[in-house]
């Protein structure tokens, strides 16, 4: 059985930084894609970031660009998402999810198999 438990969510400032962790247990010898999405209250669940399995391909969305950047080290089986600039509407509960497989393209909340059980990302004005 897979695991993801994320760390490293907080309350900030505005313009301020975070870096999230996801570590990932279970099922680590196959190759996976890794994201990060959040859900603000109300609202959701939405695409952020997504890395391909040997980490030379991302995809983000377009509200995050240019400010995050997601990244993975697959020998602690640990995916990482560092955010920068941060901005209120940044405030959310942020998920780390996994598929099996190399579409690194996934965006879809569906499409993705094994989730952790998420970090809060506070963002004051």
């Known amino acids: 059985q897979v695991q993801l438990v994320e760390s490293g969510g907080g309350l900030v400032q505005a313009g301020g930084s975070l870096r999230l962790s996801c570590a990932a247990s279970?099922?680590?010898?196959?190759?996976?894609?890794m994201s990060w999405f959040r859900q603000a209250p109300g609202k959701e669940r939405e695409f952020v970031a997504a890395?391909?399995?040997?980490?030379?391909?991302?995809n983000y969305a377009d509200s995050v660009k240019g400010r995050f950047t997601i990244s993975r080290d697959n020998a602690k089986n640990t995916v990482y998402l560092q955010m920068n600039s941060l901005k209120p509407e940044d405030t959310a509960v942020y998920y780390c999810?996994?598929?099996?497989?190399?579409?690194?393209?996934?965006?879809?909340?569906?499409?993705?198999?094994?989730w952790g059980q998420g970090t809060q990302v506070t963002v004051s004005s």
């Open positions: 890395i391909s399995w040997s980490g030379g391909n991302a």
């Open positions: 279970g099922r680590t010898f196959t190759v996976y894609t």
């Open positions: 999810g996994r598929k099996d497989g190399r579409n690194w393209l996934a965006t879809g909340v569906f499409e993705y198999d094994y």
